[in-house]
Nanobody, 125 residues
């Protein structure tokens, strides 16, 4: 049974930084692409960033490009999202997800078949 557990969310001020972590268990973490998505209040779930199994491809949503960095440590079965220069519009529940694909870091939620429970990030202005 694959389990994904996010941590690292919290309440911060605009301009601050946070690092989210996603600990994976129950599966071959290093064999799959991973992604971060978020859902703000009253909004649809949206793509944030993704990373291939090897980490050699990391697409980002335009809204976070240059501020967020996705990374992974396959030895620790952990996915990260470093978030800098946070804005009020980054307020959302952040979810990590495991893709059904190894080599393609997709922005579509439909290719992700395992999801964590989410961690709240609140950015006050």
């Amino acid at each position: 049974q694959v389990q994904l557990t996010e941590s690292g969310g919290g309440l911060v001020q605009a301009g601050d930084s946070l690092r989210l972590s996603c600990a994976a268990s129950g599966g071959s973490f290093s064999n799959y692409a991973m992604g971060w998505f978020r859902q703000g209040p009253g909004k649809e779930r949206e793509f944030v960033a993704a990373i291939t199994s090897s980490g050699n491809s990391t697409p980002y949503a335009d809204s976070v490009k240059g501020r967020f960095t996705i990374s992974r440590d396959n030895a620790k079965n952990t996915l990260y999202l470093q978030m800098n220069s946070l804005k009020a519009e980054d307020t959302a529940v952040y979810y990590c997800a495991r893709s059904s694909n190894r080599y393609y870091a997709s922005s579509s939620p439909t290719v992700y078949n395992y999801w964590g429970q989410g961690t709240q990030v609140t950015v006050s202005s």
